[in-house]
Each structure stands twice: as C-alpha cells, then as structure tokens.
C-alpha cells in the first residue's frame, strides 16, 4: 500500500507472523529508467523473506525488462503483477485495475514477464474480480494466468467501481480457487481471525493477504497464526502491548528515515501512528493527541498519561522489534 508499507512496516508485520510480504508497488518505466525513488520504495532485508517485489504497468516488453532488472538486482523470492489496483493515477496509464478491461494484455504481460524470469523467480499475480458487475473476468482470466506461467493469484473479492467499499465476494474467490491449480489467496475485508479460519479450513483457498487491516493492527498476523493452529479465537494484544509496538516502530522510522534530523522530529510520521490506534479505546481523542506530537518524547508521554488514565502500563513483553 503505497505510502504506508514500507520496509520498516513490513518488518513490524513480520514480526507479528506474516508469512510472506509484499512491497510497495512501482511503476515497471520508473525502474527502467533508473527512478532512485522507485528503487528505495522495493528495498527489502533479508529478515522480511519471502518476499515479492510489486510490479505495475501496461506493456509486456517493459514489464519483463523491468522484471529481469529487479530480479537481477534484489532477487526477490517473486515477483508479483498488479492488475487490481483502483487508484486512478494507475488507472489513467492503462495499468492496475484497467488491465480488466483488457484480458488479452493482461495475460501478455504475465506471459512476457514469465518467459524473462524463467525458473529463476516466479511470477504471481493480484486482480480483482473485474471492472464492474457487467464486466467479471475473474474466472476466465485466471486459469490463462496459470497457463501463462503465474504460479499464484491473489484475488480482491470487489470490482474496479466497488473500490473499498461495500463487501468482498469470498465466494466468487473460493470458486475460482477449486477450479485452478495454482493456489489462490483471498483478500478484501479480512479484519478478523475467523475469515481466515474459515477459508483455510471450508474453501480451497490456500491463504489470506491482509490489506489495510494491518495498517491499524499489525498484529493481526499473529492473531491469524494462533486461530489456525488452535481452532479457537484469539484475545486481541493488551493496550500496553500495542503501545510499545507503536513506540519502538516510532524509533526505527525516525532512525532509519531522518537520521539527519537534529531535533528528531516525528511530526512527519503522524498519519501512520494514528493508523496503529485504531480500535483503541478513545482512539478519537488519542488521535487528537498524536497530531500535537513534535518528538518522541511527546509520543513517549502521551503513550504513558494514555495507559496511567486506564489503569495500565507499558508492556515489554510483547516487544517485537
């Protein structure tokens, strides 16, 4: 998710028991013309394999070149192709979700990309359902995806109209999925254990790819993880958990990101911590209060007066990082 999950995130999510990461997507021109921008965005450490560099585009020479580059560069464990992607600045260039429109490109590009990454790196794929209700391409499309060498699909369960809203067709998804070989990971609207649970365990869907649920509760790997292996729903993490998650994330971004800053100013990073909130209790006004934070200092005393108010403290037993 563009903006928001970059390598340290990525990590957190690790940590907390992702299987397998994703990174930002980037345009396959922008790696071709040797963009220092688009290549800090797929820079990943070894800690958070497996992991898949993103790929968007529309041309199938361009998007095996850049395929081949990154494969050669990063050697990433794959390689995946966005053809779902709503936002309209992909949309405007014929890539992302407008590939849905165009099956035939769609099922060239993969085929180039495959035919360049050969045995080395596989290929997969994320699509949605289709455009829109009159145009669902989903269950033709895959099985020529399969064909064309993609060993993997990752299926938003919503059109290109839909965007996020309204509610993901996990049915369309798991018939799609007992119809192939390949495996089939569902995705859209997976904010709780049970989904997965019930995917895993009713469907012949082979995994779950969690979205933008994880920009709020990076723990929800872990919470998956439990429910699989016991059968039985997890307790969500403690408030004190959360928090030294939320602070030594906080750490590692101003580390990382700013190290030249002086006065180690957090004020960029405000959106994202007011992401890791949600759900807790008064996370309105916590939300009020992180967008006054300068430092981690500040963040540091809001974490403190927020879990003294309710009874709590910080808790290093649930660290992470």
């Known amino acids: 998710m563009a903006g928001y999950t970059d390598t340290l995130f990525r990590l957190l999510c690790k940590r907390h028991g992702a299987d397998v990461l994703v990174t930002e997507f980037v345009m396959s021109d922008a790696i071709i013309h040797g963009s220092a921008n688009a290549w800090n965005t797929i820079v990943f450490s070894d800690e958070q ?6 790929l968007f585009g529309r041309d199938p020479a361009s998007m095996a070149h850049a395929a081949g580059l990154v494969a050669g560069r990063l050697r990433p464990d794959f390689v995946d192709l966005n053809f779902g992607c709503p936002a309209d600045r992909a949309v405007a260039q014929g890539a992302g979700a407008a590939l849905l429109l165009d ?30 209700a009159a145009h669902l391409v989903v269950d033709d499309v895959v099985p020529r995806l399969a064909d064309a060498g993609v060993s993997a699909v990752t299926i938003h369960g919503r059109t290109r109209e839909q965007g996020y809203s309204g509610e993901a067709d996990w049915d369309a998804i798991a018939r799609v999925a007992a119809a192939v070989e390949i495996p089939v990971v569902a995705n859209g609207n997976i904010t709780r254990s049970e989904q997965v649970h019930h995917f895993m365990t009713r469907t012949a869907v082979r995994g779950a790819m969690i979205g933008r649920a994880a920009l709020g509760e990076p723990w929800i790997f872990s919470s998956i993880r439990k429910h699989l292996e016991s059968g039985m729903t997890p307790e969500s993490p403690g408030l004190g958990m959360r928090w030294h998650s939320i602070l030594e994330y906080a ?19 405000r959106s994202r911590l007011c992401r890791l ?45």
Not at 113 to 127: I, Q, R, S, Y
Not at 251 to 269: A, N, T, Y
Request: charged share 30%; hydrophobic share 35%.
């Open 251 to 269: 750490r590692l971004q101003d580390s990382v990101f700013h190290p030249e800053k002086q006065d180690h100013s957090i004020g960029w990073m």
């Open 49 to 54: 394999r497996p992991i898949g560099v993103q």
């Open 103 to 132: 099956p035939d490109r769609m099922v060239g590009i993969a085929k180039a990309v495959a035919m360049e990454l050969g045995d080395h790196t596989p290929v997969t794929a994320k699509m949605r359902l289709g455009w829109d």
């Open 277 to 321: 909130v949600k759900g807790m209790p008064g996370s309105g006004e916590l939300r009020s209060g992180i967008h006054r934070v300068e430092t981690m200092e500040d963040l540091s005393a809001l974490a403190e007066e927020y879990l003294s108010f309710r009874g709590e403290r910080l808790d290093d037993r649930g660290s992470v990082l």
